[in-house]
C-alpha cells in the first residue's frame, strides 16, 4: 500500500508484482520528461524519458504514460525485484531552453520479499 | 562509466570553515552546470545554474555569497560552501547536459555528503 510520511511518501510493494508510481508535474511548458532512481548516498539513475509528443514509452520492465491534460505521470514497473528499492523521482524541463532539470518530491518505492 | 564526476564523496569539516566540491564533465563540454542540494527524505532541489565564463545564477532563497560558484572551464565547476554550518550539512549533487545528445542527456555526479561538525 501507499503511505505518506513526513517527506517522502512511501509504496510498499510484494515482489513480483507490478508496482506504479505517480507524479504531478507543474509547469505546461515542459516537453521532456524523465524518471530517475535514487538509492541511499548516491546520485540519480535514469530510467526512462519521455517527450510531450507521446503519452507512453515502454522500456525494459519499465513505462511511462504522460497525461498533459492533467499534467501527470506515472512510472510502471513490473515484475518488481528487491535490487528496484529506492527512491523515484520524476523531473520536468523545457528542453527546448537550456533550463535545469525540476524535481517532483519522489516516492519511495519499499520491496517486500 | 561515469560521464560527470563528483568529488569528494563525503567530507566532514568543522564549523567555519570552507568546502569545495568539484563537478568535472569527462568526455563533452558543459557549458551549463546545474548545483542541486538534497536534505534527508527529500527531493533534489535547485540552488544555482553554473555558467561558463559568466557568472551563476542563483535560485530564491540560496546566498551568492554563501555557495560560490566558479564555472571557469568547460568541464569543471565548482561549489564551494563558505563558513559552513551544521545547517549546511547537506547531500550535494551536481549535474550537466551533454548537448550532443538527443536523449539521455542529463547526467549526474555521484554525489557530495557534506556534514559539518
Known amino acids: 500500500g501507499e503511505s505518506v510520511g513526513l517527506h517522502l511518501p512511501t509504496l510498499s510493494v510484494q515482489e513480483g508484482d507490478n508496482s506504479i508510481i505517480n507524479c504531478a508535474y507543474s509547469?505546461?511548458?515542459?516537453?521532456?520528461f524523465i524518471w530517475y532512481k535514487q538509492e541511499s548516498g548516491k546520485g540519480p539513475q535514469f530510467i526512462i524519458d519521455i517527450r510531450s509528443n507521446m503519452d507512453k514509452r515502454q522500456g525494459q520492465r519499465v513505462t511511462v504514460l504522460l497525461n498533459k491534460t492533467v499534467k501527470h505521470l506515472s512510472l510502471q514497473i513490473a515484475a518488481t525485484q528487491p535490487g528496484d528499492s529506492a527512491v523515484y523521482f520524476c523531473a520536468e524541463i523545457w528542453d527546448s531552453g537550456n533550463t535545469p532539470l525540476v524535481f517532483g518530491k519522489g516516492t519511495r518505492l519499499s520491496v517486500i520479499a | 562509466g561515469a560521464v560527470v564526476s563528483q568529488h569528494p564523496s563525503r567530507v566532514i569539516c568543522k564549523s567555519g570553515t570552507s568546502v569545495k566540491i568539484e563537478c568535472r564533465s569527462l568526455d563533452f563540454q558543459a557549458t551549463t552546470m546545474f548545483w542541486y542540494r538534497q536534505f534527508p527524505k527529500q527531493s533534489l532541489m535547485l540552488m544555482a545554474t553554473s555558467n561558463e565564463g559568466s557568472k551563476a545564477t542563483y535560485e530564491q532563497g540560496v546566498e551568492k555569497d554563501k555557495f560560490l560558484i566558479n564555472h571557469a572551464s568547460l568541464t569543471l565547476s565548482t561549489l564551494t560552501v563558505t563558513s559552513a554550518h551544521p545547517e549546511d550539512s547537506s547531500f550535494y549533487i551536481c549535474s550537466a547536459r551533454d548537448l550532443r545528445r538527443i536523449r539521455e542527456k542529463l547526467f549526474f555526479g555521484s554525489g557530495t555528503q557534506l556534514s559539518v561538525l
Open positions: 509547469n505546461s511548458a515542459s516537453d521532456y
